[in-house]
């Protein structure tokens, strides 16, 4: 069993930056890839980023590639989501979550993610 808590969401404006962060507790956290994904109101979640065990692969979503870094640091059992450049339509309740597959590096579907975050907000003003 894996716990994951998020924080670093809140209220900014179009053009700013904001780092979220996820920290888990429970199992061995590098034995897990990770992701972040968000959902907005009236939308379905979908996939922002992921990383793998180790932290040297990694995959974003075309809409926050090149405005978006995710990192993972083991020893602290935390990973993060560098948000740079934000837009309105950034605006979302983010979630971090954790994969007990194993196949692949990292993966970017919700339904391959067992563990999730309670998800925190944030809002981009224009």
């Known amino acids: 069993q894996v716990q994951l808590v998020e924080s670093g969401g809140g209220l900014v404006q179009a053009g700013d930056s904001l780092r979220l962060s996820c920290t888990a507790s429970?199992?061995?956290?590098?034995?897990?890839?990770v992701g972040w994904f968000r959902q907005a109101p009236g939308k379905e979640r979908e996939f922002v980023a992921a990383i793998s065990k180790i932290g040297g692969r990694t995959s974003c979503a075309d809409p926050v590639r090149g405005r978006f870094t995710i990192s993972r640091d083991n020893a602290k059992n935390t990973i993060y989501l560098q948000m740079s450049r934000l837009k309105p339509e950034d605006t979302a309740v983010y979630y971090c979550?954790?994969?007990?597959?194993?196949?692949?590096?990292?993966?970017?579907?919700?339904?391959?993610?067992?563990?999730w975050g309670q998800g925190t907000q944030v809002t981009v003003s224009s």
């Open positions: 979550a954790a994969s007990g597959l194993t196949d692949r590096f990292y993966y970017t579907r919700d339904h391959e993610y067992t563990y």
């Open positions: 429970g199992r061995t956290f590098i034995n897990y890839p």
